[in-house]
């Protein structure tokens, strides 16, 4: 049964950290580029980083570049993301999605995680 777990979301001040967690399980985790996406309240849902299987080469929304790190741990199916410097636009539900690299069609979404940057 292929599972995706977000964790770590929570209300942080402007300025302030957070680090959230995508636990997989179900699917070969070396095998799957894993990225976070978002969704602001009214607004479409978002991709914010990337992290490819071979190699861990990374992608990042333009305006999280140098603020957010993501990273992926494979001895606990994980993939994490560092997010520091938060503003209020960062504020949306984050989700991780998993997406085989060697079937671009095979892809499999968590059910997120609500990130709030307010004062």
């Known amino acids: 049964q292929v599972q995706l777990v977000e964790s770590g979301g929570g209300l942080v001040q402007p300025g302030g950290s957070l680090r959230l967690s995508c636990a997989v399980s179900g699917f070969t985790f070396s095998a799957y580029a894993m990225s976070w996406y978002r969704q602001a309240p009214g607004k479409e849902r978002e991709l914010v980083a990337t992290?490819?299987?071979?190699?861990?080469?990374?992608n990042y929304k333009d305006s999280v570049k140098g603020r957010f790190t993501i990273s992926r741990d494979s001895a606990k199916n994980t993939v994490y993301l560092q997010m520091n410097t938060l503003k209020p636009e960062d504020t949306a539900v984050y989700s991780c999605?998993?997406?085989?690299?060697?079937?671009?069609?095979?892809?499999?979404w968590g059910k997120g995680t609500l990130v709030t940057v307010s004062s």
């Open positions: 999605k998993a997406r085989a690299e060697y079937d671009s069609g095979i892809e499999y």
């Open positions: 992290i490819f299987a071979n190699g861990g080469a990374t």
